[in-house]
């Protein structure tokens, strides 16, 4: 068994290196910081996923025991020391759309057992993931597609807040960005103005707070303020309408429904690809340059856990917040242990404060979820885009526009699409770098190597790089130091080279091919004549050195 001293000092047990990650250094000194750091958070990440909760058209009890479970397991295997894992607007977004695209109505019998499932094979897509080490190559998907995403989420949610802070019964959240538009313009003239004025004030003290006093914790202080506002005077009367009533306790586990599997898989994929990107993107972006570098493949394996752990007990699909997991940093977190005293919060809460929490009003919670999706939209990101990058930009806009128009999932679809396109066509350019020439022999670098699918287009530059060649050579040296991975279409495309060059008058020779390659290539009569005849060598200067 591996002695961790992180968790001996936390615990005084003997464990696995793998468990209490988050505890890595932990100093006893720390203890009062990661206590006041997890109240903290637990002000803000409660009431905010109680409100990602109604995104998804979901009871706000799903998003408080969101806050629980995954939050548990990210303690015991998460490799970040400061971030908060529950949910996030974008995943609760996601759900809300996969959960419409598969046909299941928001209060019907089957919802609950549908989150379920979908929550599991979120968990169980992030595993495979895990366990074919995909963390570093699922992080390849551009800036530039994340931004249009979360541009698309935050625009769509904050359209389908309107009906509830508006106070008017219609609610399309999860059908789109347009049918949204639509059914809000429609149900308009029957908006409730105390609900009105409920919302403006709420989202005037949200955004002037977050600006000038960030470290309140606004959002519950606006939970607070209205609860107290239900209680102490008459604006239920007024029509302002409430949340749904709160069961008190914990989530008794439950078995998923399996009815929707199938269709529920697509939405499953793109919610994961989303909670991965996040999680890592805020690992990294609160870790110090003190802490231990984030390992993608582990916050895989933490948030698969946290998922399938948490899909039994109700809970959305779990990823890393930015905002929550800032306001941990901020206060002071320095260890998992700040999370941890998040989740004794939140045990409090569902325990003893659900009566309270039912007293809160529909408006109050749309304007937590109204401010917070706002900041997705990422204005000054696509100016950068614009500014640097136009093509990274017009990706981006793309992807924010099919978000709004055929809906999320596609756009998370397209982006990703367009992610590996753009990756695959720059593979696939050839990139020649001319090492050293001598008198009629010139020494070639690939350097990006040669592979299946760019192999052609790499013979095609080779020999029209030859070809320019002033005045014409007769030998070519190729350095090979990047085929560290060989196929038959390589070494046959390698044959097809040295004819072509041969019947050019030029005599190929190839240089530093690793030992890999060099035992599969052996195999062939052509390497084999290659080497018999002394144009294979171990480096370019023993390449010149046989010719002069």
């Known amino acids: 068994m591996i002695v961790s001293d992180s968790a001996r000092a936390v615990t005084g047990l003997r464990m696995p290196a793998w468990l209490f990650p988050g505890f890595s250094g932990y100093q006893r000194r720390w203890l009062g910081n990661d206590l006041l750091a997890g109240l903290s958070a637990g002000a803000v990440v409660i009431p905010q996923a109680m409100a990602y909760a109604t995104i998804a058209n979901l009871p706000v009890q799903v998003g408080l025991y969101t806050c629980i479970v995954p939050m548990v397991v990210y303690v015991l295997l998460g490799g970040s020391r400061a971030m908060s894992?529950?949910?996030?607007?974008?995943?609760?977004?996601?759900?809300a759309s996969t959960l419409v695209t598969v046909g299941v109505a928001a209060g019907s019998k089957d919802v609950m057992g549908s989150v379920i499932t979908l929550t599991l094979l979120v968990g169980a897509i992030l595993l495979v993931m895990r366990l074919l080490k995909l963390g570093s190559l699922v992080e390849n998907i551009s800036k530039a597609t994340i931004i249009g995403v979360q541009c698309g989420v935050g625009a769509t949610v904050a359209v389908g807040q309107l009906p509830?802070?508006?106070g008017v019964d219609t609610n399309f959240t999860g059908h789109g960005f347009i049918r949204s538009i639509i059914a809000v313009v429609e149900a308009l003239p029957g908006a409730n103005w105390p609900t009105v004025i409920l919302s403006v004030v709420s989202v005037a003290l949200l955004v002037v707070l977050k600006r000038l006093a960030p470290a309140i914790p606004a959002a519950l202080i606006i939970v607070v303020g209205g609860i107290a506002l239900v209680a102490f005077s008459g604006i239920r009367s007024d029509g302002v309408d409430l949340i749904a009533q709160v069961p008190q306790g914990l989530p008794i586990p439950h078995l998923p429904d399996f009815t929707h599997t199938l269709d529920l898989l697509p939405g499953?994929?793109?919610?994961?690809?989303?909670a991965f990107l996040e999680t890592v993107a805020v690992a990294r972006g609160i870790r110090t340059s003190r802490e231990p570098q984030i390992d993608s493949n582990r916050e895989l394996l933490a948030i698969s856990a946290a998922s399938i752990a948490g899909s039994f007990f109700y809970t959305l699909p779990a990823a890393g917040g930015f905002s929550q997991s800032a306001v941990n940093q901020n206060s002071g977190a320095k260890s998992q242990l700040a999370q941890a005293t998040t989740v004794v919060l939140a045990i409090l809460v569902a325990l003893f404060l659900g009566p309270v929490l039912s007293l809160l009003p529909q408006a109050t919670l749309a304007s937590l979820v109204f401010v917070a999706v706002l900041g997705l939209i990422d204005v000054k990101g696509l100016v950068r885009?614009?500014?640097i990058s136009p093509r990274d930009f017009w990706i981006a806009l793309v992807t924010a526009g099919v978000g709004l128009t055929l809906g999320l999932l596609p756009a998370v679809l397209v982006g990703v699409v367009t992610t590996l396109v753009l990756v695959l066509r720059e593979l696939n350019t050839p990139l020649l770098e001319i090492e050293e020439r001598r008198g009629d022999a010139l020494a070639i670098h690939l350097a990006r190597g040669l592979y299946t699918a760019n192999v052609l287009e790499n013979e095609r530059a080779i020999l029209a790089l030859v070809d320019q060649q002033q005045p014409p050579i007769r030998v070519l040296v190729l350095n090979?130091?990047?085929l560290s991975a060989i196929s038959i279409t390589v070494l046959d495309a390698l044959e097809d080279l040295d004819r072509e060059l041969s019947a050019k008058g030029i005599t190929l020779h190839v240089a530093c091919m690793p030992q890999p390659s060099i035992d599969i290539a052996g195999k062939l009569p052509w390497y084999q004549q290659l080497e018999t005849s002394g144009r294979s060598h171990a480096t370019v200067a023993d390449a010149f050195a046989t010719l002069r």
């Open 164 to 166: 509830k802070l508006f």
């Open 480 to 482: 090979l130091e990047r």
């Open 385 to 387: 885009l614009a500014r």
């Open 85 to 95: 894992v529950s949910t996030t607007s974008t995943i609760a977004t996601l759900t």
């Open 268 to 274: 499953a994929l793109g919610i994961a690809l989303m």
